[in-house]
């Protein structure tokens, strides 16, 4: 069983619908969890963050950790086509430890 | 502008040419990686640097090699390049102080070994 895994998709939702984005991680000691956007032909970039277990809200993002079902999640609220891009989750047990990265959801939404 | 910064941006060699992708931080981060990204396999590990002097193999080492003689420079070497090689490549660093460990990537490098 991969550590991290992750449906690559595509995803293709209207402009302004709710999009939800998930992963499954199978090591119980992952604590940082993380959300990276990429851009076709740019490099990923830092979207939200959460340590350990609850919610964390930004803007029309939220991201959220059920470590008890080992399931992360993000939604995104009033989807626009600017939101079309890859999104990785990402994992790391401890602080100063190796990030473990999903392998991306293509997610484009339709005007 | 904080930034990672690789060149070159666009690459197309041939099997056994030497080449250097080189990755600068302006960011004083102790932590620098290297990754490739390739269809259905996702990002995955090369070599990573604690700090100079330092580095450790990743997942997928083979056929790379890496030096961090400075804090800001982690240039990738490939001896002996072969089409297997070919693929999208990232350097990333990030600092081991703060809060969280939030990896600042470069723009990538596109590789293509003919």
């Not at chain 1, 490099?43 to 939200?48: F, K, Q, R, V, Y």
């Not at chain 1, 079309?84 to 047990?93: G, K």
Request: aromatic share 12%.
């Amino acid at each position: 069983q991969k550590e991290v895994e992750q449906d690559p998709g595509p995803l293709s939702v209207p402009e302004g619908a709710i999009v939800s984005l998930n992963c499954t991680y199978s090591n119980s000691a992952f604590q940082y969890f993380m959300w990276y956007r990429q851009y076709s032909r740019k490099g990923p970039e830092l979207l939200m963050y959460t340590y350990s277990s609850g919610n964390k809200e930004d803007g029309r993002f939220t991201a959220q950790v059920d470590k008890s079902s080992k399931y992360i999640s993000l939604f995104i609220r009033d989807s626009q086509p600017s939101d079309s891009a890859t999104y990785l989750c990402a994992m790391s047990e401890v602080r100063d430890d190796k990030i473990i990265f999903g392998k991306g959801t293509r997610l484009h939404i339709l005007p | 502008e904080a930034q990672v910064t690789q060149n070159p941006r666009y690459l197309i060699t041939v099997t056994g040419k030497k080449l250097t992708v080189t990755c600068s931080q302006n960011m004083n981060h102790e932590y620098m990686s290297w990754y490739r990204q390739d269809p259905g396999l996702g990002l995955r590990q090369i070599y990573y640097s604690m700090n100079v002097e330092v580095t450790d193999k990743g997942d997928v080492p083979e056929g790379y090699k890496v030096s961090r003689k400075e804090k800001r420079n982690f240039p990738l070497i490939l001896e002996s390049p072969s089409p297997n090689q070919t693929s999208l490549y990232f350097c990333a660093s990030r600092s081991d102080r703060g809060i969280f460990p939030e990896a600042f990537f470069g723009q990538g490098t596109r590789l293509t070994v003919v």
